[in-house]
């Protein structure tokens, strides 16, 4: 880890008030010489008026013991290669699996990295941040301890909320029993019980759509800060491609996955105007040429240089909404790339019976014939995907954005050898009275 020459102090705002507890941090390592330097830059931080509290394990054997008796340790840091070379992975699955504990932000510092590339654990673990010993400053230690403590504590609020819910829940279903008793007796009580029923559950409608808009906040806020990053990746690869042409290859890394997460964003927050109706559509005449030509160059670029075969006849155009069917083709073939791995993905664009068909066929897992009813469920996913990320929203809205446009969207799958999705639009009305959204005719 390296410091300064000067004592580095970090801090978000003074303390006021009543002391606050210190945020009590798991320092995973076998070297003594990481938790004294960890001890020092700790004492120094300051998050919410609250300091930082160091709690020490020398082995991946006495983590687990320190974590199944303080189960709300919010953060940790893990070193990978201590007993044993993969000691700190292991210490990660025991943590998520054994404990269950999917709560605590799990932070790996390594001095090793060529034992534990990043792109395999990070796909692999459930991790929350990958560090070299060699890059961790502490001023980035500071950033990585505050932006774990802030996930951490919205997961908490996020599960106390659930779970406010759910007892709100069994309350609503004892009071309905309760009365239904009473109903065999008294129309009266009928009345009375129908009344209470109608204001509790005009209380969890309330109750679900706050939720509601708290997720939807939190997306939003995600927003700025991913935009930083990806600003100050491109940045690094400006300078990289002069100094360090090596840092490349990493850098294309965080954009790609800085795009995933606003890709995903997106998706949630159009998910979630759609399923409350307050998604307007406005239809005009479309030119899907161009929308297809920057989703396959996006997505090539984003997953290394796929292959992605566009093939269109001569009618390109459609009516539709201009912000909702590239959400729809943008997930098409994100699902075709993510659910396949080396094979090309062909996406077909061709007239037919009036209207035009958006075909998109990959070679990867296909679906399970089981699952295929149910594919576009809202946050359903297939048996054989839990191994892939992946939210189980984008065929959801898929077929309501489709739906809204008149459309059909039909999925014929084989397991292990591929999935073709079809999608049916319509030509524009042939009477001349609309609003042109661009392009060269038909």
């Not at 932070?107 to 961790?136: C, F, H, W």
């Not at 998910?271 to 996006?298: C, F, K, N, S, Y």
């Not at 929203?393 to 969207?409: N, P, T």
Request: hydrophobic share 45%.
């Amino acid at each position: 880890m390296m410091v300064g020459s000067a004592p580095l102090i970090l801090r978000d705002k003074p303390r006021r008030g009543a002391k606050l507890p210190p945020w009590p941090v798991l320092v995973v390592d076998d070297d003594e010489q990481v938790h004294a330097m960890t001890q020092i830059l700790l004492r120094d931080f300051s998050f919410e008026g609250r300091g930082f509290q160091m709690i020490s394990a020398r082995s991946a054997a006495e983590a687990r013991r320190v974590l199944a008796e303080n189960p709300s340790i919010p953060v940790a840091l893990f070193d990978v290669v201590m007993e044993s070379p993969d000691a700190g992975l292991k210490l990660v699955r025991s943590v998520r699996e054994d404990l269950r504990n999917h709560e605590i932000r799990i932070i790996l510092r390594t001095g090793q990295p060529g034992e534990a590339p990043e792109r395999d654990v990070v796909v692999s673990y459930d991790v929350n941040d990958y560090k070299s010993k060699s890059e961790l400053t502490a001023q980035k230690l500071f950033t990585a301890l505050v932006g774990a403590l802030r996930a951490w504590r919205d997961i908490e609020t996020i599960n106390s909320l659930n779970q406010k819910l759910a007892e709100a829940n069994e309350q609503l279903e004892l009071k309905v029993a309760e009365r239904t008793a009473e109903l065999m007796d008294s129309r009266d009580a009928l009345a009375r019980a129908k009344d209470r029923a109608e204001v509790a559950l005009e209380r969890e409608t309330a109750a679900k759509s706050q939720l509601r808009q708290f997720l939807s906040m939190v997306s939003h806020e995600f927003r700025t800060p991913l935009a930083i990053i990806d600003s100050a990746a491109q940045m690094l690869m400006m300078r990289a491609q002069r100094v360090d042409s090596g840092m490349l290859t990493r850098l294309e890394t965080i954009r790609g996955a800085v795009g995933r997460l606003i890709d995903l964003i997106g998706t949630c927050l159009a998910d979630e105007q759609l399923e409350t109706g307050r998604m307007i559509l406005q239809e005009q005449v479309l030119d899907l040429a161009p929308i297809l030509r920057a989703a396959v160059a996006h997505h090539q670029a984003a997953s290394g240089g796929r292959q992605v075969l566009l093939d269109m006849g001569r009618v390109t155009r459609v009516w539709g909404d201009s912000n909702l069917l590239p959400l729809v083709i943008n997930n098409l073939i994100s699902n075709a790339l993510k659910y396949s791995v080396d094979d090309p993905v062909q996406v077909k664009l061709r007239a037919n019976h009036g209207g035009v068909v958006l075909t998109v066929r990959d070679e990867g897992i296909g679906i399970p014939l089981a699952d295929q009813p149910r594919v576009f469920e809202r946050f359903y996913r297939a048996g054989n995907a839990h191994k892939l990320s992946g939210s189980g929203i984008g065929l959801h809205m898929v077929r309501q954005i489709v739906d809204l446009h008149g459309g059909s969207v039909v999925i014929d799958s084989t397991e292990g050898i591929g999935t073709i999705v079809t999608v049916h639009l319509r030509c524009p009305p042939r009477d001349g009275a609309v609003r042109d959204g661009g392009g060269t005719p038909a």
